[in-house]
């Protein structure tokens, strides 16, 4: 559990601080407003799971996080620090990219196709960022990496290039990539849509572990299975809007909302 | 058990054993042409052997010739410049067409527009006429007062129009292949760089041109042979080429096929080993594509070959019953 959890019986109960917090995030693509004034608050060791049907808008707010989408209206804070800007009176201040880039490494992310690099090792995928992003000497740098491929059980497969391996190896090899650089939220975008269903179940494994050992996660999924035991809380989202928000029992098994009832059924 | 008898049939009998020993198919069609066509090589190799007209004797007295070796360094260096500089151009010619600046991008491409439309022949000579054209070379803004300038004679006024010439049509070749290959790498890879705090320069260093290089580099060999023997162009402006050094000497001694041949042996050796070394380059970059699961360092290599040897041995030794 959560190292900072300040209710004595050691629950996923939010500590004061969030970790996140979108505020009134809106995000338009040309004349298509995406979002539509997202609101959401992520606390120290929660894990939220994000439902919605396709096109919804989860990958957009997701993106919007990390800055990988600037959004058209509204703010992103992780850790405290505002993302992408600086504030200066009264205004937000465009930060320069290399700025964007170093709050980046405030969080991990991983992608529905992995996206390891593959002209490098899974050694070399891990030891990249670390070393010249965060100037993490090198034995210091492949340390960090073998303890975080012991974490996901491919210690094994350090040497090879991740051609070689299978999607839910290279899957939780990316996810070890994002572990390394100690971000203090995960983001998770469909981590297993692109999966075999029978590789599935490793990712997810992978997952809960690193759940349990209290990382704060925001997860896109269809899995309802790892929704229902793992979230602490879970989204609807429809339309750049989120509609239903409550712990999984709720969300999940007795939801208040016609859409999110509508979707549960067509996933179940 | 019982074997197959009927012979010369795909069928077998549900209760018989085919038998297991495999003969390849023969294609004598393959044979007979191959027979023809080597020969027609042999002959063709003999007639050139023991032609008089290709002169051997004088070839092998004018193989190190000096001026011919000075020549050949002519060449060598002019490829080198020129190539060098010409990926540079390219690379920044591939980066404005790429950007979103409208300026920069339809400035570049009406660059290229104009460098592969007109043969490098044409502008060799162009480049020459023009340095005749302008007897100083300076640079000023809007015909203000000079601020760097050179005169443009003598000879390294020679060297300046070929490697201007060669440079900047091999640039315009440099940067579609350039931008082909930046464009081969999937917009996920610089995503999750961008992701792991990584910023645009280490992003486009580290992820984007390794993976690009694997593209880029095959054309980019075929340009370095092709600029080595284009750069025999340059024999229009009198430059010592190694073409023009053999055409000085055959215009006295009217040795010509000879001299040709000398000169044909030189461009070959030099394009062999540019190949081969063209290939070692290639599979460096081709490294994680082409299924080799170890990072195929050079002690993997001999340890590979080691235990291939060892196995072969072995198996040599013990050969297994049949
Ligand atoms: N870069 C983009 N340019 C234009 N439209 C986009 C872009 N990215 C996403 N969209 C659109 O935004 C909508 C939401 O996309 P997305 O956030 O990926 O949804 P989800 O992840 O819920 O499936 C979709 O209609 C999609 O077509
Ligand atoms: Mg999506």
Same mark, same amino acid.
């Given at each position: 559990?959560?190292? %900072? ?5 050691? %629950? ?25 004034g ?5 606390h ?11 096109g919804?808008g ?9 800055h !990988? ?20 009176g ?8 290399s700025?964007? *880039? ?14 390891? +690099?593959?002209h490098?090792t ?28 012991e ?13 070689? !391996? ?5 899957q ?12 203090s ?5 469909e ?16 997952m ?22 793992? $979230?602490?809380?879970?989204? +609807?989202?429809?339309? =750049? ?22 979707f @549960?059924?067509?996933?179940? | ?5 009927? %012979? ?13 020993e ?9 044979? !007979? ?7 027609? *090589? ?10 008089d ?11 190190f010739?000096?001026? @011919?070796?000075?020549?050949?360094r ?12 010409? #990926? ?20 570049? =491409? $009406? ?7 007109t ?5 060799? #000579? ?15 803004? +809007? ?12 000879v ?9 010439g ?12 350039v ?35 694997r ?9 370095v ?11 229009? #402006? ?9 055409? !000085?000497?055959?215009?006295q001694?009217?040795?010509? #096929? ?6 044909s042996?030189?461009?070959l050796?030099?394009? %062999?080993v ?11 970059y081709?490294?994680?594509?082409? =299924?080799? *699961? ?6 993997a290599?001999?340890r ?8 072969r041995?072995r ?8």
């Amino acid at each position: 559990m959560s190292a %900072t959890t300040s209710v004595p019986d050691g %629950t996923d109960t939010p500590t004061a601080d969030p970790i996140v917090r979108i505020i009134d995030l809106h995000k338009s693509f040309g004349p298509v407003e995406v979002l539509k004034g997202v609101d959401l608050e992520v606390h120290r060791g929660q894990v939220v799971v994000i439902l919605g049907r396709s096109g919804s808008g989860k990958s957009t707010m997701l993106r919007c996080v990390n800055h !990988l989408e600037r959004p058209s209206r509204g703010t992103v804070v992780v850790d405290g620090e505002v993302i992408g800007y600086r504030i200066k009176g009264d205004k937000l201040h465009e930060l320069s990219p290399s700025a964007v *880039a170093k709050q980046r490494t405030r969080t991990g992310m991983v992608f529905q196709a992995y996206n390891l +690099f593959p002209h490098m090792t899974v050694l070399e995928n891990l030891i990249e960022a670390p070393r010249r992003v965060k100037g993490v000497n090198k034995a210091e740098a492949v340390k960090d990496a073998l303890q975080a491929l012991e974490e996901v059980g491919m210690a094994h497969k350090a040497d090879v290039y991740p051609s070689t !391996l299978s999607g839910g190896q290279q899957q939780r090899v990316a996810i070890a990539r994002a572990l390394v650089m100690k971000p203090s939220v995960m983001l998770f975008d469909e981590p297993t849509s692109a999966l075999d269903p029978e590789l599935v179940g490793e990712v997810l494994n992978v997952m809960k572990r690193l759940a349990t050992s209290g990382m704060t996660m925001i997860v896109v999924t269809h899995e309802i299975g790892f929704a229902r035991g793992v $979230a602490d809380e879970v989204v +609807f989202m429809s339309e =750049g809007r989120l509609v239903e928000k409550g712990p999984p029992s709720q969300v999940i098994d007795a939801p208040v909302h016609e859409s999110t009832r509508l979707f @549960i059924d067509s996933i179940l | 058990m019982k074997t197959a008898t009927v %012979t010369d049939s795909t069928r077998v009998d549900p209760s018989a054993t085919p038998p297991t020993e495999l003969v390849p198919m023969r294609y004598p069609g393959r044979r !007979l042409a191959a027979l023809l066509v080597l020969l027609v *090589a042999a002959s063709l190799g003999f007639s050139v052997v023991t032609n008089d007209n290709f002169e051997w004797p004088v070839v092998w007295e004018y193989l190190f010739n000096p001026e @011919i070796m000075a020549g050949l360094r002519t060449t060598l260096v002019l490829t080198g410049v020129s190539m060098s500089l010409g #990926i540079a151009l390219g690379i920044v010619l591939a980066a404005c067409r790429m950007s979103e600046n409208r300026v920069l991008s339809s400035l570049s =491409g $009406a660059y290229l527009w104009f460098f592969r439309g007109t043969p490098l022949l044409v502008q060799l #000579i162009f480049w020459f006429n023009l340095s005749a054209l302008y007897p100083r070379l300076s640079l000023s803004l +809007f015909g203000g007062p000079e601020i760097v300038g050179a005169a443009t004679n003598g000879v390294l006024n020679l060297w300046a129009v070929a490697i201007i010439g060669l440079t900047l049509n091999e640039s315009a070749y440099m940067a579609e292949i350039v931008r082909g290959g930046l464009l081969s790498v999937p917009k996920h890879q610089s995503e999750a760089a961008i992701a792991l705090g990584m910023n645009r320069w280490l992003t486009f260093r580290r992820v984007v041109l390794p993976q690009a290089l694997r593209v880029i580099v095959p054309p980019t060999g075929n340009q370095v042979i092709g600029m080595l023997k284009h750069s025999s162009l340059v024999s229009i #402006i009198a430059l010592a080429d190694l073409l023009y050094s053999a055409q !000085l000497i055959y215009s006295q001694n009217f040795r010509t #096929i000879p001299l040709l041949v000398v000169i044909s042996l030189w461009y070959l050796v030099c394009t %062999t080993v540019l190949s081969y070394a063209q290939s070692h380059i290639e599979r460096h970059y081709g490294r994680g594509v082409h =299924g080799g *699961a170890q990072r195929p360092g050079g002690l993997a290599k001999l340890r590979a070959l080691g235990s291939r040897l060892s196995q072969r041995s072995r198996s040599n030794d013990n050969p297994t019953p049949a």
